[in-house]
């Protein structure tokens, strides 16, 4: 079952998830995707519209989850925030020790429903403004982005949000999912291991990399810059952020795609400045470390989602999180797979040479 949730040929860059191509499923709405990979199958129409009526039920936060969002540190990253609250409200779940399969899937409904809610909140607040309150006339995305924003978003923005979350939804056992098994292996609950997959998403090497992104294109400022930040970076042994995989040792679909979308989003708005930044740092790397030096080093998921943040007036601040509620269903997938298991995880320490 678990080779199931994700396929990857990282040699052909294809991806898949539950056999569906990247290239499909990106048509497709967030929550068809997020159904698909918790439930198995793709949804038939009334299937998906109860699945969205049930996010939609679970995205109000109560005035306690406010208090603690109050209570954050605004000036550090909205990740830390984000997995104290998520640790915060598990206490308050009635189907917190229901380890059946629908105490899970109720748990996993909120959990997908309110992390975006938490994010945005959070955001609000640390801008001095009032939360909105979710609109359930919107797509996952386009709720998303009128929750920081407060105005709705046209419908390119609310296209590529959607479409970043299900870009970013699953990856089969990358560091973060694998954390979530890890704890899911111990049969310990959804949210703890929600939580573990938070906490590991947001190191740099791993989801933290999207902000890295951002504020490098902050840093070259422009694509006549670019030469110049690349070859010092590479003098120095220091990585490119969002590019180099583990797996990919081609393009990664993701960041195909991502890079269409953001072409489509930077001329929507008559403004090339980030996507010709990003596209010189990409032509340098390309032409240093794959052409030069055959090293399979491309752009990866995280590298244009970073342009397209910056189109969308996302703050580095907030890019893990964003990540996070796309990827929250990929975790609940493997989770649920490994609660299936009833097997715990326990590599021996000489694995670790190899990873
Ligand atoms: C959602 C995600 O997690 S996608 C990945 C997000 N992370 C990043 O973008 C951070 C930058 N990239 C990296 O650090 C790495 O490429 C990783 C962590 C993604 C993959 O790591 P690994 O498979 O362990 O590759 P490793 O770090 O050993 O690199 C292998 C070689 O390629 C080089 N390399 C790898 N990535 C990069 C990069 N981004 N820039 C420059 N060189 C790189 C390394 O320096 C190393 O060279 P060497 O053999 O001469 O020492
Ligand atoms: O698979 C990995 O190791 C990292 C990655 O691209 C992801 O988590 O999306």
Redesign the pocket.
């Known amino acids: 079952m678990s080779k199931n949730i994700c396929f990857i040929d990282g040699l052909e860059g294809v991806l898949k998830y539950r056999e569906v191509d990247i290239n499909e499923l990106v048509e497709l709405p967030y929550d068809a995707v997020s159904y698909l990979l918790i439930l198995g199958e793709l949804p038939e129409e009334q299937e998906l519209a109860d699945y969205s009526a049930r996010l939609h039920a679970g995205r109000e936060i109560n005035r306690e989850v406010m208090d603690i969002i109050r209570m954050c540190n605004f000036n550090v990253d909205a990740m830390e925030a984000l997995r104290t609250v998520i640790s915060f409200i598990s206490q308050f779940d009635p189907d917190l020790n229901d380890s059946s399969p629908e105490g899970n899937l109720r748990k996993a409904i909120r959990l997908i429903a309110i992390i975006p809610t938490i994010v945005a909140a959070y955001y609000r607040v640390s801008n001095g403004k009032d939360p909105v309150p979710p609109d359930p006339s919107l797509s996952h995305g386009a709720n998303f982005l009128y929750m920081i924003k407060g105005s709705k978003p046209g419908p390119l923005e609310a296209e590529l949000m959607e479409k970043d979350f299900i870009l970013?939804a699953e990856?089969e056992l990358?560091?973060?999912t694998f954390s979530s098994r890890v704890t899911a292996s111990t049969m310990s609950d959804l949210y703890s291991a929600v939580v573990s997959g938070l906490c590991t998403?947001k190191g740099?090497?791993?989801?933290?990399?999207?902000a890295?992104?951002m504020n490098m294109l902050e840093e070259i400022a422009s694509p006549e810059n670019a030469e110049k930040f690349v070859l010092e970076?590479?003098e120095k042994?220091?990585?490119?952020?969002?590019?180099?995989?583990?797996?990919y040792k081609t393009y990664?679909p993701r960041g195909t795609i991502f890079k269409q979308l953001s072409k489509k989003l930077a001329e929507s708005k008559g403004d090339m400045h980030w996507y010709e930044t990003a596209e010189a740092v990409e032509n340098v790397?390309i032409r240093e470390?794959v052409e030069k030096?055959g090293?399979?080093?491309y752009p990866?998921?995280?590298?244009y989602s970073g342009v397209i943040y910056k189109y969308l007036e996302i703050p580095p601040q907030l890019a893990t999180s964003i990540?996070a509620i796309g990827r929250v269903s990929g975790w609940i997938a493997h989770c649920f797979d490994q609660y299936e298991k009833k097997k715990i995880i326990r590599p021996r320490a000489f694995m670790l040479d190899e990873?």
Do not use: Q, T, Y
């Open positions: 970013s990856h990358n560091a973060s998403l740099p090497l791993h989801g933290g990399a999207r890295e992104v970076k590479l042994r220091d990585k490119i952020m969002g590019f180099g995989h583990r797996v990664d790397v470390l030096r090293k399979p080093i990866n998921v995280d590298f990540f990873c």
